[in-house]
């Protein structure tokens, strides 16, 4: 809808080509994710260069019906990005993330299912990409020069919720640990922000069952609502777009199952970066939240 | 050594729709599946307002999350139009080879 | 000239129903050098064996042929046989016609052929045997024990009570091991330090027992009946002649906030300490780790206040050199620390404790003084969860095998919490209950009828805390996998039992095998629990695999009764089938050139360098000896060497090439 977004500005990272898999989520229902994304990249200086043409990765729809068809997606999209000369791809929905690393560990390890996933369908895959998840390009290429561009540190306490993908197979992602991670956590205290230290860091808010099991999403993100609220938390970061939008968008399923009202707004880690280097809230699209997000800047 | 719990989950899913052994309450939750599934076939990527037409079409459940979607037109979530990527001939035929196998 | 008898067995039906015993005796006759070849029912047997006893007086018999079932399992008795009418029994050989012939073939042509033809390449063999004689190797009376714990203790006053002496050797500051962390021992509920510190006395005043305590065992070299350890003495930094354990030291010590290991962390204890107030010998230690003394090169206030002058800063490790005759490994086991459990976060809270803390929460003599109280602000914990199997039974994140002890301490600790904290509620979520000893079981349903521990099945998966207190999240499988949520006070996880730190470098030392867990490996599960496959060591304890009290005991008596039957002879006697290097005249010596491949390929260490010198002293050559004591015959060495200087007696090259000519000739 609005082109500029996805403009290829040529500032190459370290002469290489950082890709960037939006995903149907940042498109749409979660545009706002990406608005900060790109705000945060182009203030350091970071080009993303999306991906040409690429398809829906299938998602918890395609994993959860037909195993051919959730590697062959993916698939189709890394062969994309490895024709496209990206050796990076930032990959910003911690859905995306996981099926596309999942995709490229079970490519490398079976290498028999080249056969019957790349080849049969037409793609050629060699395993030279690596998938970033946010924290991953963040800390990366983003905060080693943080040093005195935080104008504005985003001084609340923040209850840092890394939901199911982000973390989860340790074996395959290797990305921070299973139980009580740091990374985000990490991230937010070079913002500014305290993190708190709170249970349910990796508790499932209810997935893709936001529209067809409404009353589970209330419950299971009722419970994360609630002892982010128990604790003190003005705010709950997360780095996925369902998170967000089961978190914010359900907030009236969550108020009627906890039978009070919460009002702690839900934001992205990128944009809590983003208020901190001084960009304004409606570069990083903080207006299109469900939930009011009027804590103090 | 340790048991691959989610391949587990995924393969008894999958193993259930063939033999026709789905738990009849779990009928939503195919439904959205499916509904996700046939707008990315035409596609290439997702179009909600054709996944929420085709979900209502599979459970009647016209009314619900109505009010939702002004909400989310007014906040710029929404799309009208359906993105069509160029390869989606290619996307079908993804689908059409992984669909040989299973129903 | 060679006098070879052949006697052919029948073995009842066994022999003789697929081969023709007959035709064998009267085809071996005719070879050369047989004067007497025979076939009988039973050679075995009383009248069978006079048969070959008065044919070897009668015919000067030279060599004796047995053709008849495995050596395996009678070769013993022919060769005392062929010993006791004066023939040397390593003249005496058996043809297997049962096992290796009439037991795997059908009746007939061929199977006597084959018959034949092993009664054949035994004869020529025979002709080549030599007379041997069994080696005799002389035994040190004086046991080696390491590690003083329960096992420990008991083999040592087992040894020492039959009249040999012992050396103990205990590398913590005194003895008792973990029995003396533990409050009271199921299936009694008897204090465990009252029934303990009687036999810790006995030992440090036995006359037949020197107790070195902080001490390890540094090196072993030797073989059984006659090793040489050096044990390393460990400087305590004071002399322990003149300390008289008064304990002003610990007192006035200014170092307070070490956390101490006796008592899993939970408590603290000062530099200069001694570890618990029953240690035996009760004399303190110096933590030179922790020591300002050591550190900066203040204070010193032990020494100022010591009223006898014992302390001695500059003391040194002390390696002591003993000669011993058994080893007795007692060196038990600890626990493993449940941080590979982050969910359930132990080392995160501090109302997550392991079994052994509460031990010392749950003892009299414990930092709480006997009271269960929660390490974070000392209350009195109101409901209590135990979590059995943290750890154990875990092939993707513990250790696979069952630790065998916790569901008893588990049943223990909750009965205990409910003696000590009227109207507390106590949980056990258990996967099993293995209650398995005498009085167990009875023990376990106690503790859930009498005492009203809450036992539900199944696993919990997370721990976490809100408001101070520990919200558990399990299931119970027998209602269906109906999740159970309590908000407890305390968590007590009952840990695995592993092997203990320094194991494997101390197999290693005692050239003895263990397992990949690194317990010790004992010569044959069922059969030979308490020796190892290193001849003169014995296991006693957890070192050999997680068990309990009971278990410990009898393991270390019973490795005492092995080791006082080692005693009992003067001297050892051994199969003299070893390898030997050959030797000759001067100026040739041997024909071992010295390059000592076979050291390197004797699994025993059984290979020595040997020097040779003339008149004078001086070192002409240095060629290889096979130490008689420890080598077990296996022939590797034979196989290595380069110059064939090397042989196994009783299987030497002439006898087994003579062996292979008979079979690839006909007669």
Redesign the interface.
């Known amino acids: 809808?609005l082109p500029q977004f996805f403009q290829n500005q040529k500032r190459k990272v370290n002469n290489m080509t950082l890709g960037l898999y939006p995903g149907?989520?940042l498109?749409?229902?979660?545009?706002e994710y990406t608005e900060s994304v790109l705000a945060v990249a182009n203030a350091c200086g970071i080009e993303l260069t999306e991906i040409d043409?690429?398809?829906?990765c299938?998602?918890?729809?395609?994993?959860?019906?037909?195993?051919?068809?959730?590697l062959?997606?993916p698939a189709?999209i890394l062969s994309l990005a490895e024709k496209q000369g990206m050796k990076e791809v930032l990959v910003p929905c911690a859905a995306c993330y996981s099926r596309l690393t999942i995709t490229n560990h079970e490519l490398a390890v079976h290498p028999e299912l080249n056969e019957k996933i790349t080849k049969?369908?037409?793609l050629d895959y060699r395993g030279s990409v690596e998938i970033l998840n946010i924290i991953q390009m963040l800390d990366k290429y983003v905060t080693p020069n943080l040093e005195g561009r935080i104008v504005k540190p985003f001084e609340h306490k923040v209850a840092c919720y890394y939901g199911c993908l982000l973390v989860r197979?340790h074996e395959i992602l290797k990305f921070d640990r299973e139980e009580d991670p740091q990374s985000m956590d990490e991230l937010m205290m070079k913002a500014g922000a305290t993190p708190i230290d709170w249970a349910f860091k990796t508790e499932c808010c209810g997935a893709?069952?936001s529209?067809?099991?409404?009353s589970s999403v209330g419950r299971l993100s009722g419970e994360i609502m609630k002892d982010a609220s128990d604790r003190g938390a003005e705010a709950v970061i997360v780095a996925c777009p369902m998170c967000h939008s089961n978190l914010d968008?359900r907030r009236e399923a969550i108020n009627s199952y906890l039978g009070e009202k919460i009002d702690i707004p839900v934001l992205y880690a990128t944009q809590v970066l983003g208020l901190a280097l001084g960009i304004d809230r409606k570069t990083l699209g903080i207006?299109?939240?469900?939930v009011e997000v009027n804590i103090q800047m | 050594?340790?048991?691959?719990i989610?391949k587990m989950m995924?393969?008894l899913?999958?193993k259930s729709?063939k033999e026709g052994k789905a738990n009849p309450r779990a009928k939503?939750?195919?439904?959205?599946?499916?509904s996700?599934?046939d707008s990315?076939r035409l596609t290439?990527?997702?179009y909600?307002i054709g996944l929420?037409v085709d979900?209502k079409s599979r459970t009647f459940k016209v009314l619900?999350?109505m009010p939702?979607a002004p909400?989310?037109f007014v906040?710029?979530?929404?799309?009208i139009f359906p993105?069509l990527?160029?390869?989606?001939a290619?996307?079908a035929?993804?689908?059409s080879?992984?669909?040989k196998?299973?129903k | 000239m060679s006098k070879i008898g052949v006697f052919v067995c029948h073995c009842g039906e066994n022999i003789s129903a697929t081969v023709d015993c007959v035709k064998v005796a009267e085809t071996a006759a005719g070879y050369d050098g047989v004067v007497y070849s025979i076939d009988y029912k039973y050679m075995c047997s009383d009248p069978g064996q006079s048969l070959i006893k008065s044919a070897i007086a009668e015919k000067g018999l030279t060599g004796v042929v047995v053709a008849s079932c495995s050596p395996r399992m009678h070769e013993p008795t022919f060769r005392k046989a062929c010993a006791e009418a004066g023939l040397n029994p390593y003249m005496c050989e058996m043809a297997n016609l049962r096992e290796h012939c009439s037991w795997v073939h059908e009746k007939g042509d061929a199977t006597t052929e084959k018959a034949i033809d092993l009664v054949r390449i035994l004869v020529e063999k025979v002709k080549k045997n030599h007379s041997l004689n069994a080696i005799k190797v002389p035994v040190t009376k004086t046991a080696l024990v390491i590690g003083g714990g329960i096992a420990g203790i008991q083999a040592s006053l087992d040894i020492a009570n039959s009249g040999h002496k012992v050396i103990l050797i205990e590398r913590d500051p005194s003895i008792g091991g973990h029995m003396s962390q533990l409050s009271e021992t199921f299936p009694t509920l008897d204090c465990s330090q009252c029934i303990l510190t009687p036999r810790m006395v006995e030992v440090a005043q036995h006359e037949n027992i020197t107790l070195y305590t902080y001490a390890e065992l540094e090196s072993l070299e030797g073989f059984v009946g006659n090793f040489k350890a050096k044990i390393r003495r460990k400087s305590k930094s004071l002399d322990e002649k003149i300390c008289t354990g008064c304990g002003q030291c610990t007192t006035k010590c200014p170092v307070k906030k070490i956390p101490s290991e006796f008592n899993e962390g939970l408590g603290k204890r000062t530099a200069i300490y001694v570890p618990f107030p029953q240690a035996v010998p009760n004399k303190p230690v110096i933590d030179r780790v922790n020591c300002t003394y050591y550190i900066k090169g203040k204070c010193k206030v032990c020494e100022i206040v010591c009223p006898t002058k014992a302390i001695r800063f500059d003391q040194e490790d002390t390696i002591v050199e003993a000669e011993v005759g058994a080893i007795v490994v007692a060196t038990g086991f600890t626990v493993k620390q449940p941080d590979f459990f982050p969910e359930y976060g132990f080392g995160k809270y501090p109302d997550v404790i392991t079994g052994l803390q509460f031990e010392r929460l749950a003892s009299a003599s414990g930092p709480t003084l006997g009271e269960i109280r929660r390490p974070s602000d000392g209350k009195v914990p109101e409901k209590i969860v135990f979590i059995a199997c943290a750890g154990s039974r875990d092939?993707?994140?513990g250790i696979p095998y069952c630790s065998k002890i916790c569901c008893m301490y588990i049943a223990k600790h909750a009965m205990l919490y409910q003696h000590k904290v009227h109207g507390g509620k106590s949980y056990v979520f258990y996967m099993d209950i293995r209650a398995g000893g005498k009085m167990y079981e009875e023990f376990v349903r106690r503790a859930i009828e009498d005492d009203g521990v809450n036992y539900i099945r199944g696993r919990v998966s997370r721990i976490y805390e809100k408001n101070g207190k520990l919200i558990v999240k399990g299931a119970d499988t027998l209602l269906g996998a109906m999740p159970v949520d309590i908000d407890a006070d305390m968590v007590v996880l009952a840990t695995a039992g592993i092997a203990n730190e320094g194991s494997e470098e101390l197999a290693q030392k005692l050239h003895t095998s263990y397992d990949s867990y690194h317990f010790f490996s004992e010569a044959h599960p069922k059969l030979k629990p308490v020796e190892t496959n290193t001849a003169g060591i014995f296991l006693a304890g957890a070192c050999q695999s997680p068990k309990d009290i009971p278990e410990s005991v009898a393991m270390a008596s019973g490795a005492a009764v092995k080791v006082a039957c080692l005693f009992s002879q003067d001297e050892l006697t051994r199969e003299p089938l070893i390898a030997v290097v050959n030797r000759q005249a001067a100026p040739v010596f041997s024909s071992c050139v010295g390059c000592f491949l076979c050291v390197s390929a004797c699994p025993y260490q059984a290979i020595e360098k040997e020097e040779i010198k003339n008149r004078t002293g001086e070192v002409i050559r240095t060629i290889a000896k096979v130490n008689p004591g420890l080598c077990q015959g296996c022939g590797t060495c034979v196989a290595f060497c380069r110059t064939k200087s090397i042989d196994i007696q009783g299987y030497t090259h002439e006898e087994m090439y003579s062996e292979v000519m008979a079979l690839l000739n006909e007669y």
């Open positions: 809808m149907c989520s498109k749409g229902s979660s545009r043409d690429w398809n829906c299938g998602a918890t729809a395609a994993h959860n019906l037909n195993k051919e068809l959730s062959a997606l189709r049969a369908n037409g197979p893709g069952l529209v067809s099991r409404t968008m207006q299109r939240h469900f | 050594m340790s048991i691959d989610p995924d393969f899913r999958e729709l939503h939750i195919i439904a959205f599946h499916k996700f599934l990315i290439g990527r997702l909600e929420l979900y619900q999350d939702l909400k989310m906040r710029g979530k929404l799309n993105e990527i160029k390869g989606r290619g996307v035929s993804i689908f080879k992984s669909k196998k299973s | 092939p993707a994140k």
